[in-house]
């Protein structure tokens, strides 16, 4: 049997009391649904070791980070791309250092091949024009194109997504998501996608391979 790419299982409880199973496979993308008090919002960093499982068992790509120490956790991290709520993008720089900033600082990369490897993401992103400026002086659109190329600067191949479509059209939503799932091929997208969200565009629903709502502390499949 082939590994999950994500997998919670023996029923996961999150802080805010949300109970569930779920496998997300390889090469596909899974959007979970849920407003502000099913706990939604919580289930990413739960993945990701940054918050608590009250009980049951998280691994991503077989691993379950909670048996890391903190370098290890921090190692692994590395390999995945994760945007989280409200974009995270540090003020202080520039939108070309905000990507180039987990290369620093997660890389033996020289600074050549970091910026080339910036140029190229912030070329895909369509922000090249922007990249000199600080996310608080450009628009929201740029701000969210920002933290999905830096979500991309390793180019993993699994990507963690929270409220990634807050503040952007619907049809700019289509085109990062396009992006964030690298493509598409006969085994499915190039790369495994989990979205977290309040809200789910229509214009997304056909790139989606799998939708669950949360509600009433579980978790319901709803295609």
Excluded: W
Aim: a neutral charge; hydrophobic letters at 40%.
């Amino acid at each position: 049997m082939t590994t999950p790419a994500i997998s919670f299982s023996e029923i996961v409880t999150t802080a805010n009391g949300v109970e569930f199973t779920l496998d997300v496979p390889h090469n596909r993308c899974v959007a979970i649904v849920g407003d502000e008090r099913s706990g939604v919002d919580d289930l990413c960093g739960v993945a990701l070791g940054l918050e608590p499982a009250g009980s049951g068992t998280v691994e991503i790509d077989g691993q379950n980070l909670s048996q890391l120490s903190r370098t290890e956790a921090l190692a692994f991290r590395r390999k995945l791309g994760y945007l989280p709520a409200g974009d995270g993008l540090m003020q202080n720089l520039s939108l070309k250092d905000n990507v180039a900033l987990p290369l620093r600082f997660g890389s033996n990369f020289a600074e050549k091949e970091i910026n080339g490897r910036v140029r190229v993401i912030l070329a895909a992103l369509r922000i090249s024009q922007a990249a000199g400026l600080r996310p608080a002086v450009v628009r929201e659109e740029h701000r969210r194109r920002t933290a999905i190329a830096r979500a991309l600067a390793f180019d993993p191949n699994i990507l963690l997504l929270e409220a990634p479509f807050d503040g952007i059209t619907d049809r700019v939503a289509a085109e990062l998501l396009d992006i964030a799932l690298g493509g598409e091929h006969s085994g499915g997208s190039r790369r495994t996608v989990l979205v977290t969200t309040q809200h789910l565009p229509q214009e997304l629903l056909s790139r989606i391979h799998s939708i669950y709502r949360a509600a009433k502390g579980k978790l319901h499949k709803e295609r």
